[in-house]
T-cell receptor, first 114, second 111 residues
Framework: NAGVMQNPRHLVRRRGQEARLRCSPMKGHSHVYWYRQLPEEGLKFMVYLQKENIIDESGMPKERFSAEFPKEGPSILRIQQVVRGDSAAYFC????????????FGPGTRLTVL | GENVEQHPSTLSVQEGDSAVIKCTYSDSASNYFPWYKQELGKGPQLIIDIRSNVGEKKDQRIAVTLNKTAKHFSLHITETQPEDSAVYFCAAPRGQGNLIFGKGTKLSVKP
């Protein structure tokens, strides 16, 4: 039973480029969460999605960031025109249901902006 | 909204000793409290969780206790081993489904 998959594991972008991070949830899970972790810090919630719907995006910057979870395929976190401050580890988690259900995390994508 | 405080930020113990990490939360409606272990360069791994209908839960050397009146919960690791060295995070639910995390405790177990 494969866990949460994320790719790429490492991503290097120059300022102004776009970054696309992918997340495939565990089998049977229809809820996906994205979190960001800065070095030496905890995880900060960004966005919560179900298939084809954004449920809560209160933690996501209003500009340059977007997320989707299409009917088919992985969830995508997209960062346009990246800046150095976007450098961080981005983690995806999935759960089978909703609030107060166990969330299982992927290995993360480490984004470095040069 | 929910807020989670975690202490201590660093903890160093001798192999074989016990380690205790404490978290407090603010939302009395919260009913689910997971603990995650994160090793360097890896994603958080769920190690134990507790729901508010019980006060304690054990899994081998790991236990979690919950005091709903005082709004705090604690992670207990007994007979610590060097491989227990990692950063540990507590969390509580907030909003429609996301988790709010403590700032983490870096545990070092010295052989």
């Amino acid at each position: 039973n494969a866990g949460v998959m994320q790719n790429p594991r490492h991503l290097v972008r120059r300022r102004g480029q776009e970054a696309r991070l992918r997340c495939s949830p565990m089998k049977g899970h229809s809820h996906v969460y994205w979190y960001r972790q800065l070095p030496e810090e905890g995880l900060k919630f960004m966005v919560y999605l179900q298939k084809e719907n954004i449920i809560d995006e209160s933690g996501m910057p209003k500009e340059r960031f977007s997320a989707e979870f299409p009917k088919e395929g992985p969830s995508i976190l997209r960062i346009q025109q990246v800046v150095r401050g976007d450098s961080a580890a981005y983690f995806c988690a999935s759960s089978p249901r909703v609030r107060e259900d166990t969330q299982y995390f992927g290995p993360g994508t480490r984004l470095t902006v040069l | 909204g929910e807020n989670v405080e975690q202490h201590p930020s660093t903890l160093s113990v001798q192999e074989g000793d016990s380690a205790v990490i404490k978290c407090t939360y603010s939302d009395s409606a919260s009913n689910y409290f997971p603990w995650y272990k994160q090793e360097l360069g890896k994603g958080p791994q769920l190690i134990i969780d507790i729901r508010s209908n019980v006060g304690e839960k054990k899994d081998q050397r790991i236990a979690v206790t919950l005091n709903k009146t005082a709004k705090h919960f604690s992670l207990h690791i007994t007979e610590t081993q060097p491989e227990d060295s990692a950063v540990y995070f507590c969390a509580a639910p907030r909003g429609q489904g996301n988790l709010i995390f403590g700032k983490g405790t870096k545990l070092s177990v010295k052989p």
